[in-house]
């Protein structure tokens, strides 16, 4: 195939814990192609590939529309920035925790393939459950609108684009994405680096802006920047998980360890480099804000970037919305080309259907999971406002996080002959699970409503799908997909990956 292929990965791993990591064996098996590497840019090594997947699907429109939600919690400036570096600090602990996971048990499908190896497969399908069917696609959904609202709003001065268009953009957004990460691996990945340097070139200039506005002397914001703050357990909680949302992303990469090439190697140093590049981008982005803007002009911005913009780029403001769209896409690409493999583990696992599983003979893609992905997430475009859908669902990532870290800790005990080629110390992921305990309970304590309730709920009624479909193997599913399965193998030329040697 000119490049390496994925080995196959099934269920060989309880015996074998003494080998290097939980991985299979099966060398001449049809799987996904490994070639997501450091060097991706089509024009060059200027960027690493793992570092454009982690930083072009972390910063996306939230640090250019609204960081007013941490300051809103804290009330000034000090503490405001205090967070956003912790915050920072936080999602590289994490991420520290999923890299030990990452090059232990080299799978792709993010937190699934850890949560089965530690837990068993119940919370690993609550997981894939979840995540696919709530949390993802409509995150997905919602970043392909905000995108939808600044393209058009160009083309509607002095009033709100009309709905229908909004919707319509962000509908094409999603097919055009699902098209290309179908298409092609390379392909995906040469969009998302694009897309990750241009939203560089926005963030440089808003830094670069802001420190020469600081060298001129604008520092009036800054001064007693920590009066008036309202710190408390419950304020400090709210705003360090609205920070976290704005990182959330930071674990992208092992959702793609099957794809990525030398993953002992490139998944850490991708981390470590790209995770602290977003910090200090977050926290000098903030700080140029405040240079220009007070606490309560923040608060009272609709776009605080654009509001930055008007003030201190005009007449070249537009700059700021053009970027802001680049930003857009470039998380939604990230987040497509990341969750479509959740999908097809999921149905490689059989706990979705099967079909989903499938590969693309011609492109080496799971089509059929990338497909299905987009599919549920335009459904989610069709509703009004799903903000608040996912500020209620948000809480639950914490939930799969905070299980997840607990799972490296348990299998420091239960797994102790795998060989960890990065082997953190165990403070670590102590600190990330109990931190993540306290994001899960912050909001309810602080601002309990039945929404968190049903959130529960709907999390728990996957046992009942679980009982029915994978413990109990009804099978009726499957023999229903059997025909569109069929049109799919000849429509998208796929194949069981187990079906087609190389």
Known sequence: MGEESLKKRRGEDKGREDRQSIQSHEPQKMNLQKQANLFLFPFGPLWEGGICMIVGTIIGSGIFVSPKSVLANVEAVGPCLVVWAACGVLATLGALCFAELGTMITKSGGEYPYLMEAFGPIPAFLFSWTSLLVTKPSSFAIICLSFAEYASAPFYPGCDPPQAVIKCLAAAAIVVITIVNSLSVKLGSYLQNFLTAAKMIIVTIIIVSGIVLLAQGKTDNFKDSFK??????????????????????????NYITEELKNPYRNLPLSIIIGIPLVTVCYVLINISYFTVMTSTELLQSQAVAVTFGDRVLYPASWIVPLFVVFSTLGSANGTCFTAGRLVYVAGREGHMLKVLSYISVKHLTPAPAIIFYGAIAIIYIIPGDIDTLINYFSFAVWIFYGLTVLALIVMRFTRKNLRRPIKIPIIIPVIVTLVSVVLVLAPIISAPELAYLYCILFILSGLIVYALFVHLKFDWPQKISNPITMHLQMLLEVVPEEEVTE
């Open 228 to 253: 008036g703050s309202k710190i408390s357990v419950s304020s400090i909680s709210l705003a360090f998980y609205n920070g976290l949302w704005a990182y959330d992303g930071w674990n992208q990469l």
